[in-house]
């Protein structure tokens, strides 16, 4: 299912077709060398200073990680993500090695997750992040250290059919792409 946006500009058809699918094929696996492409092009984001103040965790259907993963999801996200081939925690440092705060940690580890969205999307996968997750469970259960934080949960599979979803997922990935107009987000010159 494609779900182009109606840019008010020209974009790269790339981002015009990204989109965070719901529907999940339940059935074909993806494979190791695919999660790996993806978390390549995330590897070779921009950051401050060159530091690369992210981290990733991630784990295929089947594998005790997906279900530590799964489990820390908020409710409304268990429904639509029972399908997917796998799941991706982006971590942030969100101290130095002095301990203090690391402010581009969050940045940065943004800049790599918009990467490895557009890698997935590149690779014809359906991809979805989320904030909705336990993030004690989740940096409990992954072992994840002190001064590193999860900021995000991308799940990811082939594309699977949305008539297949249960309410109000179905509608939702059936209804059209929204976004603020530009002049209401792009100021020129000044606020």
Do not use: C
Request: charge should be negative; glycine fraction near 8%; avoid cysteine.
């Amino acid at each position: 299912m494609k779900k182009t946006a109606a840019a008010e500009h020209p974009i790269h058809e790339v981002i015009a077709e990204r989109w965070s699918a719901r529907a999940f094929d339940p059935v074909r696996p993806v494979g190791i060398e695919a999660v790996e492409t993806i978390l390549e092009a995330a590897r070779w984001a921009a950051s401050a200073m060159n530091a690369q103040p992210w981290a990733f965790v991630y784990a295929l259907r089947g594998e005790p990680g997906f279900s530590a993963i799964f489990d820390a999801l908020v409710p409304g996200n268990h429904p639509w993500n029972e399908n997917a081939a796998g799941f991706i925690v982006g971590i942030a440092q969100v101290k130095n090695a002095e301990g203090q705060p690391y402010i581009y940690g969050p940045y940065d580890l943004g800049q790599a997750m918009a990467q490895a969205t557009l890698q997935a999307s590149i690779l014809g996968l359906a991809w979805h992040q989320m904030a909705g997750f336990d993030g004690a469970k989740l940096t409990a259960s992954l072992g994840i250290p002190d001064g590193y934080q999860p900021y995000v949960v991308a799940s990811f599979a082939w594309p699977g059919v949305a008539e297949n979803l249960p309410e109000p997922y179905k509608s939702r990935e059936t209804a059209p792409r929204t976004r603020k107009p530009l002049a209401e987000i792009a100021r020129h010159g000044k606020w």
